[in-house]
């Protein structure tokens, strides 16, 4: 059975943090991979996004993704798209029927929504796109768009949380010259390992914007082995690639 998380915040929205259960696709993509262009079959993957519409209320083809590459880059969604064909990580629209999807496999998915002016947007938010202000750039779009920012909930779904987030010296110095109160969202352990707590900056840096309807799910993408991808464990065993989850929102 195909299954998904829900956040109260965008209770007036049909949305879902959907989990890697529920697909057709086998080993290191089991079971809903729904990323084209992993090694996993592009049958596969298509029926298994076809199960996400059914469950969104939605043709196919009206399931919007982007070609993500870890940008800051954020498209505005006028019409049907082919998958993966515009490039971007976060994407924003005002058009009834159509759904955005995110995906992930460590890095937040992050779901905004404005109830009165009845618009949406969906941002993949890792490091790189959390450091060059994918969130600003989000939220800007969709007040050009016609949103205000006292009307924004924004959720953000299941990702890597900063116990199993470990990283190097130089990203640590990265952050913290761009703004010296991120420091608190990196911890040392006694052996001088570095975590990073990316919901937590993601957080931090909604509120800074004036967002103040945020609902963060903390749950690990890492840990939780049964229920989510994660890129980064499965490097860390020698296991290759893995899917993606996918993370919707429609009007």
């Known amino acids: 059975m195909t299954k998904f998380l829900k956040s109260h915040i965008l209770s007036r929205f049909n949305h879902g943090f959907f989990k890697r259960k529920g697909g057709v696709s ?19 993957i298509t ?3 076809g199960r996400v519409s059914e469950l969104m209320k939605i043709p196919p083809c009206n399931l919007i993704t982007l070609k993500q590459v870890h940008s800051s880059k954020v498209v505005q969604i006028k019409d ?5 064909s515009v490039e971007g990580d976060s994407m924003v629209t005002s058009k009834k029927g159509l759904c955005l999807g995110i995906l992930t496999a460590d ?4 779901l905004f929504g404005d109830p009165l002016n009845k618009i949406i947007g969906a941002a993949h938010t890792g490091w790189k796109g959390l450091y060059n202000d994918i969130i600003e750039n ?3 779009k969709m007040i050009e768009l016609g949103s205000e920012l006292e009307n924004i909930c924004v959720a953000v779904g299941p990702c890597i949380q900063k116990n199993n987030y470990e990283v190097g010296l130089e990203f640590y110095k990265k952050f913290i010259h761009k703004n010296k109160l991120y420091k608190k969202y990196f911890s040392f352990d006694k052996n001088g390992k570095i975590f990073f707590d990316l919901p937590g900056l993601i957080s931090f840096k909604l509120f800074s914007t004036g967002i103040n309807k945020i609902h963060t799910l903390k749950r690990c993408t890492f840990s939780e082995k049964n229920n989510f991808f994660s890129y ?20």
Do not use: H, V, W
């Not at 079971?31 to 262009?37: A, I, P, R």
């Not at 049907?80 to 993966?84: E, H, V």
């Not at 890095?107 to 992050?110: F, K, Q, S, V, Y």
């Open 47 to 49: 029926k298994n996004r």
């Open 107 to 110: 890095c937040a998915p992050l």
């Open 80 to 84: 049907i798209i082919k998958p993966d």
């Open 138 to 140: 989000t939220l800007k």
């Open 26 to 44: 086998n080993n290191e993509f089991y079971s809903l991979n729904c990323k084209f262009g992993t090694d996993d079959s592009t049958l596969k």
């Open 232 to 251: 980064r464990r499965n490097q860390k065993n020698n296991l290759g690639d893995c899917g993606r989850m996918i993370s919707t929102i429609k009007m």
